[in-house]
């Protein structure tokens, strides 16, 4: 028996090194376990709060460059986009920030109540959806001008690093409500007077005067904040000649000049009406309330549906030719020119 046992835990032990996953194949599924090492309050109102992540065994993670994300698939499963915002070069750990926004949809909230120091966490990533060329490595810029309203500093802030480090000109303007809804206000003071913080309390609302001062040709801009300033700088941008404009918004896109539509459920035949200011996503949650989606901006794929008839008028960014032909669609921003789609819902 002894010898019989010897032979079964040699065995054992030889299986276990010949299937022994290489780390790497797991960085090449792009999809991993990962564990919160540290929890850090960032703005003073207690609202934004920053996760670092590790792996339990300490090993190097896939690398990444500023502007990049990280997929969490939180414990309740629902699965949510935070920008990397440490530094690249630590290449032990990844840190995003996330502000509690208890409207939005329950990611937030469960990342700030539900995740704490020593939770497992599975991530997958990092993408890169709002990528930065600096000026003299890729991009014909001669200058750079940030642009971050409150937690869109998350991208920002490795990138303001990598400008700095690189010796690039740059400058920012972080802007904000006022300044207890700013995180990591500490972080931007280290940058000296090229970082101007502007609230909106002190200030007033910024006009594109005041978010992109004395900006001309030859400048790269990077912005990403909420939906109304990014529609700013972009009409001032658009005015300027040979400039380049870069921007990320953390929430979903305006639906300009929409058409109403009918959705009919296939399972039940259940029809109901997508208004021509609404999303199909959001119309189909009313009645499906689990339905998966995640960056509600077209390029995650994970609210898709197959559409078994009507024309659907897409607007993402993430499927293929083959794929929208076969009768794929992403409902958080696709929709359809009147008429009536057939989802397998
Ligand atoms: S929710 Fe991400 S593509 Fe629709």
Known sequence: MRVLDAV???RLRWTTLVNRRDPRLEVNDRRFALVVTERRIEARDQDVVSLRLAAADGRALPPWRPGAHLDLELPSGLLRQYSLCGDPADTRAYRVAVRRIPEGGGGSVEVHDALPVGSPLVVRGPRNAFPFAVPGYGSPATRIHFVAGGIGITPILPMIGLAHRLGVE????YTGRNRDTLPFLDEIAGFGDR?????????GLPDATAL????????????CGPVPMI???????????????????????PI???TPFEIRFASTGDVVEVGADRTALDTILESRPDHPYSCRQGFCRTCKVQVLAGEPDHHDSALTAAEREAGQMLVCVSRAEGGRLVLDL
């Not at 970082?195 to 200030?203: G, K, W």
């Not at 992109?212 to 912005?223: M, R």
């Open 170 to 173: 740059w400058t920012m303007v």
């Open 231 to 253: 529609a700013v700088i972009t009409r001032a941008v658009s005015e300027i000649p040979s400039i380049e404009m870069h921007s990320e918004r953390f929430s979903p896109p």
């Open 212 to 223: 992109l001062p004395g900006i001309g040709p030859g400048t790269a801009v990077y912005c």
């Open 8 to 10: 079964a835990s040699a």
């Open 195 to 203: 970082a101007v913080v502007r609230t909106d309390d002190e200030h």
């Open 256 to 258: 300009v000049n929409g």
